[in-house]
Structures are given as C-alpha cells and as structure tokens.
C-alpha cells in the first residue's frame, strides 16, 4: 500500500457516510470528523496541545471541499451545513451535503462504514439539478425537506 493510498484511507475513515435518494435526485451526506480532518491536511495542527477552533475557517472548508471532489469526482456540488444536522441526537457541527452527478449504485459499496466507491461515470447535469443548485442559501433546506418529504431512504 503506497503512502498516498494510506493516505487517502485514513483521510475517508474519519468520515460517516449516510446517502439519501429522492424521486429526482441523489444525495450524500456526510458527517465529518473536522477536527481529525484538520489534522490530516494541516500536519501542523497535530500538537495535541494545541486547542483546534469550535468552527472551520473559511480555508478549512475550501481545503475539504476541494479534497472531497478529488476522492469523489461523482460529486457535483458540496455544501455545508453550519448549523448541525437536523434530526439526529447530539448532531456533529459540520456535516456537508453533496449532490451527485449520477444515480448513486449500491452494488458499487465496498464499505458502509468508510469508503463509497460510487459510479463514476460523468454526466452532464439536467437542467432541473442545475435550477436546483444555483441559490447556494437555499440549497441545503431545499435538499433537506425534498430527502424526508418524499420518504428518502438512508443506508
């Protein structure tokens, strides 16, 4: 196992992921370990003495934005919620919602608990997905009352 692959793998394992499917589109949604994430893309923040911010900086969520989309390239648009994920008991504080280019295919799972190996497969997005992802405000509500209101499923 070459170093970046460990890499990668350790990156991935600090992440739960939970992936949703409506009747127009599909969800992952992820629920970082930010503070482990942190860690592993600033080394400089691996003093255990140091005290790691209650909230993300701005370079923070870029550098993990950008380090999803490498992993994922099934991913169209990642976003973050800044307010907890609503539903969940003790909800962690920065879970991030992407919206995936291509049907998400569960034969392709190598590991619920870590890694999604998704299709990778390219396409173009409907004209629907991009109408639905243009107001970045109202993107996660929208997903969100979509996901429960038309019973979305969760694995």
């Not at 009747?23 to 003495?49: C, F, H, M, Q």
Request: aromatic share 14%; proline share 8%; net charge neutral.
């Amino acid at each position: 196992m070459d170093l970046e692959f460990s890499r990668r793998v350790a990156y991935l394992t600090q992440i739960c992921w939970m992936q949703f499917s409506t009747p127009s589109l599909d969800y992952i949604v992820v629920l970082p370990n930010i503070e482990a994430i942190k860690r592993y893309t600033k080394p400089e923040l691996n003093d255990p003495g140091r005290v790691i911010a209650p909230f993300p900086y701005n370079n923070d969520v870029i550098n993990l934005k950008l380090n999803l989309n490498v992993f994922l390239p099934n991913v169209f648009d990642v976003q973050f919620f800044c307010h907890g994920f609503w539903g969940l008991p003790n909800p962690p504080l920065y879970p991030t919602c992407m919206l995936l280019k291509d049907k998400y295919n569960p034969k392709c799972t190598e590991s619920k608990k870590t890694i999604l190996r998704l299709d990778y497969a390219v396409s173009s997005l409907s004209r629907q997905q991009q109408l639905y992802c243009q107001n970045d405000v109202y993107f996660l509500y929208l997903a969100w009352i979509e996901i429960f209101s038309n019973g979305g499923t969760c694995i």
